[in-house]
């Protein structure tokens, strides 16, 4: 026996969220090209400004280092007044930092500028995951989540091969033009998004926007929210380790010609997965297989990285898009199994994804850390080291699968019969 079907919000009806998640993309797109598109001048600013490469290195990085601060308190404001309100702050903060790089004379205004575009970027990465979970049906949650997500890593690949290229080794044209860019972008979210149903009425909604506070005291004693931490944070010590190791390793291995390309090519196949997969899920009507074929796919390219390094340059591309179509389908689904979770759900998602964020963006730090004191020098080093570092991921990532399993499944086809077994 089967539960009558609920009828559908009219906005779910509509498909008012279809615009709603366009913005959403292009907000992800913005702050991913927004991240990588400095890195083809990095020697020309460490010159020009007289830099150490720590100083680089800190000015690079600085939203990793905001994210560890700030993720706990933007995710419990976010709950506490809105994902929208804080969305459109995230994105004011982005165009002011955006526009403020087109003006940089030295390296605190630099710092200063890429401060505040970094911190609009954490208040938005935060925000817009409870915008689309208000937004979206929950027949197509996966879809929603997939499709804003591959913004980030199409955003990342562009911001990285293409913006160098309008103006080779002028860095103050590159951070101008990025600058206009993210300003324009911010422009149109603050213009065209509102509230969803569900947040401007969240009485009678589908979804609650305002937590309480015995969710929010049982938070952190959730074994969804930390299952999916651990998830997270395995697959941000692969993604990492590959995009930091991967271009040096493929340069020493015999496909130094393409190594750039490969990369790209693989950022291209995160941002490829991040869309296909969770919608396949949503067809499916489950999430965990998808954790579980992920961490397979990842182990095995990891161990085919060890022993395809003369290959034809096909196979390596082969690998490295594979590698990225992994790590891009495990991380939109995190979202989604925390939006429908019932340890966690819409109504302490800002929380729940600033936990994620802090603890699973740690491996920003370590993952470079370890693999480096494996490494010695990037110069130095030889083949056989970084086969130390492909052979310990291979391994780690296959945990994903182990926590996966132990997840409850969230998905419609669970519920479904859940509800046929009460009945």
Request: charged share 10%.
């Amino acid at each position: 026996m089967t539960t009558a079907p609920t009828k559908a919000p009219a906005a779910e009806r509509a498909g008012q969220y279809i615009l709603p998640l366009m913005l959403c993309w292009l907000g992800m797109f913005s702050n991913g090209f927004a991240h990588k598109a400095p890195l083809s001048v990095l020697a020309s600013i460490e010159s020009s400004l007289g830099l150490s490469a720590a100083q680089i290195s800190i000015w690079f990085n600085i939203h990793v280092f905001g994210m560890a601060i700030l993720a706990l308190p933007v995710g419990l404001a976010v709950d506490r007044y809105g994902p929208t309100l804080m969305s459109n702050l995230g994105m004011i903060l982005v165009a002011i930092g955006g526009i403020s790089w087109g003006f940089v004379s030295g390296f605190k205004s630099l710092w200063l500028s890429t401060a505040v575009l970094s911190i609009g970027g954490i208040i938005y990465s935060i925000a817009v995951p409870k915008v689309v979970t208000l937004w979206v049906a929950s027949k197509h949650m996966g879809k929603g989540h997939g499709l804003y997500m591959s913004g980030n890593s199409l955003g990342s690949a562009l911001g990285a091969g293409i913006i160098g290229m309008l103006s080779p080794g002028d860095w103050r044209a590159v951070l101008r033009y990025t600058g206009l860019a993210l300003s324009l972008c911010a422009l149109v979210w603050c213009l065209t998004i509102r509230k969803s149903p569900a947040e401007a009425n969240p009485a009678g909604a589908r979804h609650s926007s305002g937590p309480s506070r015995s969710l929010f005291l049982r938070l952190p004693r959730s074994r969804t929210l930390w299952i999916l931490i651990g998830i997270l944070f395995i697959m941000m010590s692969a993604n990492v380790s590959w995009l930091t190791f991967g271009y040096s390793y493929l340069s020493k291995s015999g496909a130094g010609t393409y190594a750039g390309l490969i990369i790209m090519i693989s950022i291209i196949g995160t941002a490829l997965g991040a869309a296909v997969t969770p919608t396949l899920s949503d067809r499916i009507r489950l999430r965990r297989p998808f954790f579980l074929s992920s961490a397979v796919i990842l182990s095995l390219m990891f161990l085919c990285l060890v022993t395809v390094e003369s290959a034809p340059a096909a196979v390596l591309f082969a690998t490295a898009a594979l590698i990225g179509f992994a790590i891009g389908s495990i991380a939109p689904m995190l979202f989604v199994v925390a939006a429908e979770s019932s340890e966690l759900g819409p109504s302490v998602m800002g929380l729940a994804v600033g936990m994620m964020l802090l603890i699973g963006n740690a491996a920003g730090f370590l993952a470079p850390a370890v693999g480096g004191a494996t490494l010695g020098t990037l110069k130095d080093a030889v083949v056989a080291q970084y086969h130390v570092i492909w052979k310990f991921l291979a391994g780690f990532v296959v945990i994903i699968g182990a926590l996966a399993y132990l997840l409850k499944e969230t998905g419609a086809g669970a519920r479904e019969l859940a509800a046929d077994v009460r009945a």
